[in-house]
């Protein structure tokens, strides 16, 4: 026999949960017996996704239940960084819609539809998409074909893979042929 065979590991008490339980120190934390350990968890899985870029509340609460947060530990922590305002879905709509539109010339259509599986709130997807005037829709949709095709599309084929490049991009069809027009010279039709 050693000396030090009868003293306690550092950090277990004699007689304490981990002495009872010897595989509780075993386990993940989202396992852990004690519920502060596994809400702590819970926070840094959150944390450390809203490191990497903004998120939605649903996006959090998906990311958490993949880690196999406990639901009632997903809403603890989503409600203190919603409350916290780390977590937005008003705000992320918003920066999400003008930069969708400022750096991938995206049209209402497109962004609506990527927002709503983003989980955001229809609500908050119209207020987002609204902000945007039809005019300045067009105007955005003219800049695009001009970055695109520099030359208006002067044969059928041409108008064709404008007029679908604007679509993929999430323009109006009513929209789309307005601004194919307007890039043409022609007057847009009302």
């Not at 196999?68 to 809403?75: H, K, L, M, S, T």
Request: with cysteine; glycine share 8%; aromatic share 4%.
């Amino acid at each position: 026999m050693h000396e030090f065979d009868d003293l306690e590991p550092a950090g277990f008490a004699a007689g304490g949960l981990e002495a009872d339980d010897p595989t509780a120190r075993d386990l993940p934390p989202e396992r852990s017996p004690d519920p502060e350990v596994r809400l702590q968890h819970a926070r840094d899985v959150a944390w450390r996704a809203l490191n990497r870029r903004d998120h939605t509340v649903a996006e959090i609460a998906r990311v958490l239940a993949r880690k196999r947060v406990e639901p009632a530990v997903i809403d603890a922590v989503v409600g203190e960084l919603c409350e916290q305002g780390y977590l937005d879905d008003g705000r992320f709509a918003h920066r999400f819609a003008e930069d969708r539109r400022r750096l991938d010339g995206w049209g209402a259509e497109r962004i609506e539809r990527k927002l709503a599986t983003l989980g955001v709130d229809r609500a908050l997807i119209a207020a987002a998409v609204g902000c945007q005037g039809a005019d300045d829709e067009l105007d955005a949709a003219v800049a695009l074909l001009r970055r695109r095709f520099p030359d208006p599309p002067a044969t059928p084929r041409d108008c064709e893979r404008a007029l679908g490049m604007l679509i993929r991009k999430g323009y109006e069809l009513e929209l789309a042929h307005d601004a194919i027009r307007r890039h043409a010279g022609a007057p847009a039709l009302d």
